[in-house]
């Protein structure tokens, strides 16, 4: 059994993750009609690697389907192999911009649902001892080393690895400041926006917009810093300098609460630093946005 990793162009193709998802499918592209062939001389070195990874291929090897930023969307069981040039069969629509549409060359997968998400709309976030070097990450396909390849099947069986696919498409820092200013009793009961814009602008000097300041249900100052991905030790710097600053302005003993997307698992440092003096407070967020037809 040979590992593999397979690139997924989302990116570039948005919708393409959950296509491949529905279809069982991991993909690339290279049409033999653009002059890509599987056999014969090639004319490109990207096309050449590719295809020799494709010939190499067998049913009951393991895809990895890389996605940008230390994800994957899933693990799967090849159970098949459409690649020929005469199977063409594209996931990305035909169209006049892309006659022949993209990513035709389909590599028939099993997913493994048992480690991993259910929901096509939620992916794995890599933790760093799981995620792709530098010499994986450039090709399309690549054989996985097998010690690698366990350590992100391990990493896509914990829940806390699991993230929305969309983290980094929608500008969520600044959605969740803007809500959390409307509302902040979602966050915790008792929470009201703090009274002196004066005092804002005092704490938050250089103009960020990604910082909110409250006062919860005993009178104390709440500093909430807002980020779109899973926190780190800078991020808990930043929000400390916030309440030094408020300390001086405000003079009475304040919260700071860092309000974060991402995994769920926080590394060991990240924890150690939240508990140092003045302990900082974490809290993770998640959307769940729900449609009604009203016509």
Known sequence: MTYWKVYCMEDHWPGLWRRCFQHQAASVGWAADWGYHMEGKSKELSWSRARNALKAMKVGDKIVVQLKHN??????????????????????????????????????????????????????????????????????????????????????????????????????EESISDFLGSFPHRLEDG????????????????????????????????????????????????????????????????RGILVHGGTGKLSRDVKRHSLKHPRIEIVRYSFDVNFEQTL
Not at 121 to 143: S, W
Not at 207 to 216: A, E, P
Not at 220 to 225: K, S
Request: glycine share 8%; with cysteine.
């Open 191 to 254: 929470l009201q926006p703090y009274p002196s814009m004066r005092v804002r602008e005092s704490v938050f000097s250089d103009g960020t917009r990604s910082d909110v300041l409250l006062i919860d249900r005993n009178e104390r100052p709440v500093i909430i810093e807002c980020k779109q991905g899973t926190p780190t030790i800078a991020n808990i710097n930043q929000l400390r300098e916030y309440l030094r600053r408020a300390g001086r302005v405000i003079g009475k003993k304040d």
């Open 71 to 172: 994800r994957i969307g899933r693990i799967g069981e090849v159970t098949g192999l459409e690649v020929q040039d005469d199977q063409w069969n594209p996931l990305v629509p035909r169209s006049k911009k892309e006659p022949l549409g993209e990513m035709g060359r389909r590599i028939l997968v099993r997913w493994d649902l048992v480690n991993g998400p259910l929901d096509p709309d939620l992916v794995v976030k890599l933790p760093p001892n799981a995620r792709l070097t530098v010499g994986i990450l450039r090709p399309t396909i690549c054989e996985l080393p097998p010690k690698l390849f366990w350590r992100i099947k391990k990493a896509a069986a914990d829940k806390a690895n699991w993230v929305g696919i969309s983290s980094h498409v929608f500008r969520h």
